[in-house]
DNA sequence: GTGAAGGGCCAC
DNA sequence: AAACGTGGCCCTTCAC
């Protein structure tokens, strides 16, 4: 069934692609800032075809305006800020849009958040439907402003990115042009919002806010047609959720990364030297510098240094195929210990504390909600989510005085997901147990009782339960656990063997994707594929992905949905989410309310698995630590 | 000088 | 030759 608030206003069969925006005449604003250019004001606005509007300068105005549009199904918004950081700049304009006018808010106006009551009656209300492009932040500015949280959301630009993922371009411009036929001129967009306003500027801000209105119908009929309608909802729900965490941003404790980079900073030193000896040995004699000093972090020098030294290597040196030379050259060994320090000074050096916010003294990364086809994340500036798990980073993570970290993760959420999808009994029995997941497996595969599982058997079951979710082969597997590809190849055989639905039903899902192009996750969320069925590396690289994207699709079904609930349990209380990892949500909290905040944490996400999942228990279990480490 | 591509490695 | 999915960041190299 759709959501009640998108269910009602799927079109049926109206057309509204390429559909030309309604054009107005325009009317006197009622209540312009600057009267005595209203003529010059039309003309321009009658070049432009733009909705009539009114410049709303008090609240009485305001009020009036809010009344008008709460009869509209729903409402555009857009706000134009003096800065793109919500703690640098303000709000300078707020425009409203129904289809045939609209409101814009002129801040200067305004003096704190009293005057906006009725604006955030209206917008908090699960109806109308805020219509935004890009809510996150329209979303960012209004909570921090304004103390607004917007009840009901639809996001032109998550829309767009559900229907088509690989699309070059979402913004605002190309879905006008694409869906509406409209131009837009975005050129003001960076424009100075500081001062006086000029007529084209009011332009920009009314046209770009008018447009949302049709093009919210037209991307609902797309929706609608993809069958993409809940995971919209699922999107457009955890949008306030997103937004508040990275106004959260999380405390980095900058003595700490500092005394953290001044070892590695040694550390590095040493071993750069060391590595440049060992490399020297190979050179050419006679340099009029003596030895040729190697720039240690150009690969095309250090594969020519090593094949000097006769290492057998042809064109890569990735760690992974350098590893089995390291015992006989020590020279490799060498660089396999280099280069985790070069990469975590480069990736995790001075660029983090740059970072950081002066004025909250905490770090706030941009969160990209459709990161990745499959419905995960992306972050940048900085990427939180490829922190380094060594102790001397986390560590530099934690808590401000009287707060605490409390830390919820899924245990294994798309091992879950594989099990219910397979509906394997034994691999649903395993997680039905209780017992250890990976200990259960390789009893199960080896064929031995639960006690006899010897550590070594537990990590080859590991690795084979987290190879099997990517479609790893034989190949990889000898690889990476030092077996032969004979060995390998029947540790996989046992493996099936013991789950044959779990490797039927991922036969099937690839075979079907195959066929389809296209693959869903639980939510409905869709992952399109395009290749060249004659092209064999084609064909089985997109088989791999189509095993996996499901799963990995659905995990992102299930977080974006506690995203949402947490987000709503966590409203009036110390808490807030500060980082969030894929399938863990980190928690910022009072100390005293640590635990209750992590019991209700738990309870969600839980709730939220279990929304997806029927035939597996979900697990999800509080830790509170005052670091971002886990045991 | 800038930007794309390639290689490598960090996270889940 | 590689044969494991999803990302981002950093470096060097190379073309423009």
């Known amino acids: 069934m759709l959501p009640s608030n998108l269910r009602e206003t799927v079109p049926i069969s109206v057309r509204q692609r390429h559909k030309p925006v309604r054009t107005y005449r325009l009317r006197p604003p009622g209540e312009s800032l600057q009267p005595t250019r209203k003529s010059r004001l039309a003309q321009v606005t009658a070049q432009h075809s733009t909705n009539p509007f009114t410049i709303i300068t008090n609240s009485d105005q305001l009020k009036k305006a809010c009344w008008l549009l709460e009869q509209a199904e729903a409402v555009g918004l857009d706000c134009e800020t003096t800065h793109l950081d919500p703690y640098k700049g303000d709000i300078r304009l707020t425009q409203l849009s129904n289809d045939r006018h609209t409101y814009v808010i002129d801040h200067k106006h305004f003096h704190g958040p009293c005057g906006f009551q009725p604006l955030k009656q209206l917008l908090e209300s699960l109806r109308p439907r805020t219509i935004c492009h890009h809510a996150k932040f329209d979303q960012k500015w209004l909570l921090k402003k304004l103390g607004i949280q917007l009840g ?3 996001d032109t630009m998550l829309a767009s990115q559900l229907i088509h993922f690989n699309r070059k371009s979402h913004n605002l411009a190309t879905l006008a042009k694409l869906y509406l036929g409209v131009t837009l001129d975005k050129t003001l967009q960076s424009s100075d919002w500081t001062g006086d306003l000029s007529e084209t500027q009011l332009q920009y801000a009314v046209r770009d806010s008018q447009v949302l209105p049709p093009l919210r119908k037209a991307l609902i009929t797309k929706l609608s047609q993809d069958s993409l309608i809940r995971a919209a909802q699922l999107e457009f729900e955890a949008v306030p959720t997103v937004a508040a965490i990275e106004l959260a941003g999380i405390y980095l404790d900058l003595e700490r990364w500092k005394e953290q980079l001044t070892i590695i900073t040694h550390q590095h030193q040493t071993l750069a030297a060391e590595l440049q000896e060992l490399l020297a040995a190979g050179a050419p004699q006679g340099t009029l510098f003596g030895h040729t000093q190697i720039n240690l972090d150009a690969h095309p020098q250090i594969l020519n240094a090593l094949k000097r030294l006769n ?4 064109k890569s040196t990735k760690s992974n195929l350098l590893l089995p030379l390291a015992k006989q050259f020590p020279v490799v060994a060498k660089l396999l210990e280099y280069r985790p320090l070069s990469k975590a000074l480069t990736s995790y050096g001075e660029s983090w504390f740059t970072g950081i916010n002066p004025i909250t003294q905490r770090v706030h990364p941009d969160f990209n909600q459709i990161g990745a086809p499959t419905g995960r994340f992306s972050c940048t500036d900085p990427n939180i989510q490829q922190v380094p798990h060594t102790n001397g980073y986390r560590r530099c993570f934690r808590a401000p005085e009287g707060r605490t970290f409390c830390i919820v993760d899924y245990s294994q959420i798309e091992l879950r997901i594989l099990a219910e999808f397979s509906q394997d009994p034994a691999f649903l029995a395993a997680f039905r147990s209780g017992a250890d997941l990976h200990k259960t497996t390789a009893s199960q595969v080896f064929n031995i009782s639960i006690d006899q599982v010897s550590p070594e058997q537990r990590d080859f079951a590991k690795r084979l339960n987290f190879g099997v979710v990517y479609g790893i082969g034989a ?10 590809l004979r060995e390998a190849e029947a540790t996989l055989r046992r493996y099936f063997q013991t789950y044959r639905l779990l490797y039927n039903y991922l036969r099937d899902a690839a075979t079907q994707a195959l066929q389809d192009r296209q693959i869903r996750s639980a939510s409905g ?5 395009r290749f060249d069925p004659n092209n064999k590396e084609q064909v089985s690289s997109t088989r791999r992905k189509a095993r996996n994207a499901p799963i990995q699709g659905t995990g992102s079904d299930i977080f974006k949905r506690a995203l949402r609930l947490v987000g709503e349990e966590l409203r009036g209380t110390s808490a807030q989410i500060v980082n969030i990892i894929h399938d863990e949500i980190v928690v910022e909290v ?16 839980v709730q939220a698995g279990e929304e997806y999942l029927t035939s597996v228990p979900i697990k999800a279990e509080p830790q509170i630590t005052s670091e971002w480490i886990k045991d």
């Open 152 to 154: 009901g959301i639809f």
């Open 311 to 314: 290492v057998p290597i042809d």
């Open 475 to 484: 190949p990889r597997f000898a690889n990476m656990t030092g077996t032969s």
């Open 525 to 529: 969320r869709l992952v399109r594929y």
């Open 590 to 605: 009072d100390a005293y309310e640590a635990e209750d905040i992590g019991r209700r944490v738990s309870l969600r996400m």
